[in-house]
């Protein structure tokens, strides 16, 4: 089934760790996007990439470090975690122009 | 960033009943998504309404670019609807999506 998939799952990190949450898309969208979702905030944009080659800052980039070598892979890195970095992440992607956004089933960050 | 809001924030139903959920957004926007967020977290693609009307079994939307808004109405409402219905709005092509904090459902047998 085509998608868009998330790894891992679920993590607990030590603060000051690197960690890499890795995000693959099998559905040829030219966008892709990194979210965290935090209780009572919604779902705040990362990193966005608009096509391979070429990626943004969104609202919350601080902290964070993002690369598209390919159509197809989103990977997000943590350089060193901090306990505010405790969230959901969801990577998600859209054929681009007006094109539909579509999620993966999000990787549980727990740093302590 | 544009500005999304939505109301009510919580809202508790009977099984059965109707409601309308609201999006307002602060300029004007080419591309405007519904999504449901599951109780497992799961986020679902409900509606891609940039304007005008969709309609999808129970549930339906409506959008209206020029006013700044757009209505999700969920009728004869199900436990399975419970969760968090979040709009989601991108102001230019290949610009990004701003989300709003969501609205919460929680419907009671």
């Known amino acids: 089934i085509a998608g868009i998939t998330q790894a891992p799952t679920s993590q607990i990190l030590a603060a000051g760790r690197r960690m890499t949450l890795r995000c693959t898309q099998d559905m040829r969208h030219n966008a892709m996007y990194w979210y965290r979702q935090d209780l009572g905030l919604g779902l705040r944009l990362i990193h966005y990439s608009n096509t391979a080659g070429t990626t943004g800052k969104g609202e919350v980039p601080d902290g964070y470090s993002v690369s598209r070598a390919n159509t197809d892979d989103f990977p997000l890195t943590l350089a060193s975690a901090v306990p505010s970095q405790t969230s959901v992440y969801f990577c998600?992607?859209?054929?681009?122009?007006?094109?539909?956004?579509?999620f993966g089933e999000g990787s549980r960050l727990t740093v302590l | 960033g544009i500005q999304v809001e939505q109301s009510p924030p919580d809202l508790i139903l009977q099984e059965g009943a109707n409601s309308t959920l609201r999006c307002n957004f602060s300029?004007?926007?080419?591309?405007l998504q519904w999504f449901h967020q599951n109780p497992w977290g799961q986020l679902i693609n409900l509606f891609y309404?940039?304007?005008g009307t969709k309609q999808n079994g129970r549930l339906s939307a409506t959008t209206v670019a020029t006013e700044r808004y757009s209505l999700l109405y969920i009728s004869s409402s199900q436990t399975t609807d419970s969760g968090v219905y979040f709009c989601a709005v991108e102001r230019y092509t290949g610009n990004q999506f701003y989300f709003g904090t969501g609205t919460s459902l929680t419907v009671i047998p």
């Open positions: 309404i940039p304007s």
């Open positions: 300029d004007s926007v080419n591309n």
């Open positions: 998600a992607s859209s054929p681009g122009g007006t094109g539909e956004l579509f």
